[in-house]
């Protein structure tokens, strides 16, 4: 049976030997500003459909899609930790277990942020999402997600963005192997890649590694 890799472990197989998580020791005294800045680099923008693609004559669907993403690195998830633990007045104990509880899900944690523009306003149901390896700007061999409602309930992987209401919102977990066992992201990329597809159109956001510590 493969082992049951964590979300953090995941990103931290993608670490150099020599470096760690930031803040895995210190993130308990985090301000407020630091905790945000870390949540704001971690989400990126993008589009599913060109800009100007046609109208349709019909209304069953939209003519494109707004995305936004935030990838939960062990960062983000201790900043999330933070701010929950500040606005909140919690103990570095209970704080540590809202960490804890984030860390336990296996795979790597993006919420993914879906605004229809014009059409139906509606999200097919049949929309997808795969996570790939960037290198030299050439895409490597992606893993799919699956949409896991459930991890909404965990503070911890709720992210730093006040919620955008225009958008639905979507937490989509990867696994941190790929079916025959090899790291989803290794050797250590460049970049990493967010690829969503909805019917026939893609959009793609990317986050450089720098971001994962």
Request: no cysteine.
């Given at each position: 049976?493969?082992?049951?890799?964590?979300?953090?472990?995941?990103?931290?197989?993608?670490?150099?030997?020599?470096?760690?998580?930031?803040?895995?020791?210190?993130?308990?005294?985090?301000?407020?500003?630091?905790?945000?800045?870390?949540?704001?680099?971690?989400y990126?923008?993008?589009?599913?459909?060109?800009?100007?693609?046609?109208?349709?004559?019909k209304?069953?669907?939209?003519?494109?899609?707004?995305?936004?993403?935030?990838l939960?690195?062990?960062?983000?998830?201790?900043?999330?930790?933070?701010?929950?633990?500040l606005?909140?007045?919690?103990?570095?104990?209970?704080?540590?277990?809202?960490?804890?509880?984030?860390?336990?899900?296996?795979?790597?944690?993006?919420?993914?942020?879906?605004?229809?523009?014009?059409?139906?306003?509606?999200?097919?149901?049949?929309?997808?999402?795969?996570?790939?390896?960037?290198?030299?700007?050439?895409?490597?061999?992606?893993?799919?997600?699956?949409?896991?409602?459930?991890?909404?309930?965990?503070q911890?992987?709720?992210?730093l963005?006040?919620?955008?209401?225009?958008?639905?919102?979507?937490?989509?977990?990867?696994?941190?192997?790929?079916?025959?066992?090899?790291?989803?992201?290794?050797?250590?990329?460049?970049?990493?890649?967010?690829?969503?597809?909805?019917?026939?159109?893609?959009?793609?956001?990317?986050?450089?590694?720098?971001?994962?510590r």
């Amino acid at each position: 049976m493969r082992p049951v890799v964590s979300a953090a472990a995941a990103m931290l197989l993608l670490l150099p030997a020599t470096q760690t998580v930031e803040g895995q020791q210190e993130y308990l005294t985090w301000s407020a500003k630091h905790a945000e800045a870390i949540g704001k680099a971690a989400y990126a923008q993008g589009r599913v459909g060109g800009l100007f693609d046609m109208r349709l004559l019909k209304t069953e669907r939209s003519y494109n899609y707004k995305l936004a993403a935030t990838l939960l690195t062990p960062s983000v998830i201790r900043a999330t930790a933070r701010r929950i633990q500040l606005t909140q007045r919690m103990t570095d104990t209970e704080t540590e277990a809202l960490v804890a509880g984030a860390e336990r899900e296996s795979g790597i944690v993006v919420i993914v942020e879906i605004d229809p523009r014009e059409g139906s306003g509606i999200i097919p149901t049949d929309w997808a999402a795969f996570l790939q390896p960037v290198t030299n700007g050439k895409p490597g061999r992606p893993i799919r997600g699956v949409n896991t409602p459930k991890l909404r309930d965990v503070q911890a992987l709720g992210g730093l963005r006040r919620r955008n209401y225009d958008y639905d919102r979507f937490w989509v977990l990867f696994p941190a192997n790929h079916e025959d066992g090899a790291p989803a992201l290794r050797p250590v990329p460049d970049e990493v890649e967010l690829v969503v597809r909805i019917l026939d159109r893609e959009g793609t956001v990317r986050w450089p590694m720098t971001l994962i510590r």
